[in-house]
């Protein structure tokens, strides 16, 4: 089995890359969620089922917040290899 690169194997050039990619991500996720949660408010349902509107809005607000924590190792590095 092939050993998966560490951090300090990824070339700068790639490593923005991959920054770039986990904020488009985090992007289109926030949008899909906010577009659900105003469909909800603009339409009533939420009225009709609040625990799934409140569920809906946890969910919106914990995936990109755990898309940005995940990605921190990445900007940590960037920044170490950018200051050298």
Same mark, same amino acid.
């Given at each position: 089995?092939?050993?998966? %690169?560490?951090? !300090?194997?990824? %070339?700068?050039?790639? &490593?923005?890359?991959?920054?770039?990619?986990?904020?488009? #991500?985090?992007l289109n996720i926030?949008?899909i969620f906010a577009?659900? #949660?105003? *469909?909800?408010? @603009? &339409?009533?349902?939420?009225?009709?089922? &609040?625990?799934? @509107?409140?569920?809906? #809005?946890?969910?919106?607000?914990?995936? %990109?917040? *755990?898309? !940005?924590?995940?990605?921190?190792?990445?900007? =940590?590095?960037?920044? =170490?290899? &950018?200051?050298?």
């Amino acid at each position: 089995m092939e050993k998966k %690169p560490s951090l !300090h194997d990824i %070339p700068t050039d790639e &490593l923005k890359r991959l920054i770039k990619n986990r904020r488009l #991500i985090t992007l289109n996720i926030l949008i899909i969620f906010a577009v659900i #949660i105003l *469909a909800w408010i @603009f &339409l009533g349902y939420w009225r009709e089922n &609040l625990l799934v @509107f409140i569920s809906t #809005i946890v969910i919106g607000v914990s995936a %990109p917040a *755990a898309m !940005h924590a995940s990605s921190s190792g990445l900007r =940590k590095e960037l920044r =170490k290899r &950018l200051r050298q």
